[in-house]
């Protein structure tokens, strides 16, 4: 028997070799990983929201009127109704990281066609730029928590978790705060420009300091993970268990993954259609608030920039409550009391800002920061809680994102109508907003929760 070099590892001593040594890419640090993704999230966010505080901007330039320039938030949102069920069975095959860098690459590039747009002054091709920025934005929705959850060990995704969690909040901040700044002093192009040039930044972070398990094990395996023999099955941290990819073991019986092969229908359940109906109702009244505060703001005699201000405050205060709550639920092991305390909070509180000015105005900002947008970080982990089963997470996480894609679109489009042609008349959408709060805080608090 040849003896083993020393550049070869020597046998196990049940006979088999050793383990090869790898990097566990399964255990970065939640803050890098929730701030890195952080940063990608509110680079689409700030694509997102630098339309609504210069909307009537816009609807001058372009000469749009209000139905149309509604649909510049519209369309963003109901292009991910197509492409948020591929999106899961795709982040499984090539991984997370690719999966937001190709996003990043798509959400540039419609950045650069917005910026064509304005120097033509072409309505349809501004249209199809924030369509192309849509798809990117629900990829990257969708793969930011499939990152956080294979990067991160599950006793710390908490943190993680609730980091992430505030890129929509933060986004909108960015966006309502940023874009009227610069369209006063550089003009709509600019806009457009400072929007692609951050998403870039944010990539090349992506690329120097996540790394994606995935991509770890089968640079160190030399392997597929379904190929025979591969041993990435063991690797400490690997708790998604299939939310990457689905990883067989070298005994097991042909045929029999298959027969547990997660399936659609498994999904809907009565917990989670409730779940999903609040989930609907949550983006529904975000994304109406978001869209439309500043220009009901703006008709009720506030500047752009203040209106933008007033907007994302409570996003902005988010930085501070969607951890705490996701703290807390790791800490009492519990999601549902504090969803549903924080969602109970959340549409009262944006019916008195819709229907306030003045300090009343101020204090309604303050407990939907605080209180209501402590919702924002825990959403996913409820929605985890209320699956009958985790191997149902990869493509489950498809539908999770498509339901928030519905949400959106109605919160664009409907709310609309009861805003009128000029989106000034404020009261029958504010009521509009707390019937729907209503209605999703009692469906969030019907469904069960393991």
Not at 37 to 64: A, C, K, N, W, Y
Not at 418 to 429: E, R, S
Request: some cysteine; hydrophobic content about 55%.
């Amino acid at each position: 028997m040849t003896a083993p070099s020393a550049d070869r590892p020597l046998p196990a001593e049940s006979g088999g070799a050793a383990p090869r040594k790898t990097q566990d890419s399964h255990n970065q640090s939640p803050l890098k990983v929730g701030g890195i993704l952080l940063l990608v999230g509110i680079s689409v966010g700030f694509m997102q929201h630098r339309v609504p505080t210069i909307m009537l901007d816009i609807m001058e330039i372009f000469r749009m009127d209000a139905g149309t320039a509604s649909w510049l938030m519209s369309i963003f949102v109901l292009v991910g109704v197509l492409v948020a069920i591929p999106t899961g069975s795709l982040a499984q095959r090539f991984g997370f990281k690719k999966m937001i860098l190709a996003a990043i690459a798509l959400a540039v590039v419609g950045s650069v066609i917005g910026i064509a747009a304005g120097e033509m002054r072409s309505t349809s091709l501004l249209l199809f730029s924030r369509a192309l920025e849509g798809i990117a934005l629900t990829v990257i929705t969708a793969c930011g928590p499939i990152g956080v959850s294979t990067c991160v060990r599950p006793e710390r995704l908490g943190t993680a978790m609730g980091i992430w969690g505030v890129w929509g909040s933060l986004g909108a901040v960015v966006g309502a705060v940023v874009a009227p700044s610069v369209f006063a002093s550089l003009g709509f192009v600019w806009v457009w420009i400072i929007t692609a040039g951050f998403a870039i930044i944010a990539a090349v972070l992506l690329i120097l300091l996540i790394r994606d398990p995935q991509d770890v094990r089968k640079a160190s395996s030399g392997v597929t993970p379904d190929t025979p023999g591969d041993t990435t099955r063991d690797i400490p941290g690997d708790i998604t268990h299939g939310v990457q990819d689905r990883v067989q073991a070298p005994d097991t019986e042909p045929g029999a993954a298959s027969q547990d092969k997660p399936r659609y229908r498994e999904i809907f359940t009565r917990s989670t259609v409730l779940y999903l109906f609040g989930f609907i109702c949550f983006g529904l009244i975000l994304l109406a608030f978001l869209s439309f505060m500043p220009s009901i703001l703006r008709s009720k005699g506030y500047d752009a920039t203040l209106a933008g201000f007033i907007t994302t405050f409570p996003s902005l205060l988010s930085i501070i409550s969607a951890p705490v709550f996701g703290i807390l639920s790791d800490r009492i092991h519990r999601v549902k009391p504090l969803l549903v305390a924080a969602f109970a909070v959340f549409g009262p509180a944006v019916f008195v800002m819709f229907m306030s000015t003045g300090a009343v105005l101020w204090v309604a900002a303050l407990v939907l920061g605080l209180i209501g947008a402590g919702c924002f970080g825990i959403f996913l982990a409820g929605w985890t809680n209320v699956l009958p089963r985790p191997e149902l997470i990869p493509i489950a996480m498809g539908v999770f994102i498509l339901a928030q894609c519905i949400g959106q679109f109605l919160g664009t489009y409907l709310i609309q109508f009861f805003l009128g042609p000029g989106l000034d008349q404020y009261i029958p959408a504010a009521f509009a907003l707390l019937v729907i709060g209503v209605l999703g805080t009692v469906s969030l608090a019907l469904a069960r929760y393991r």
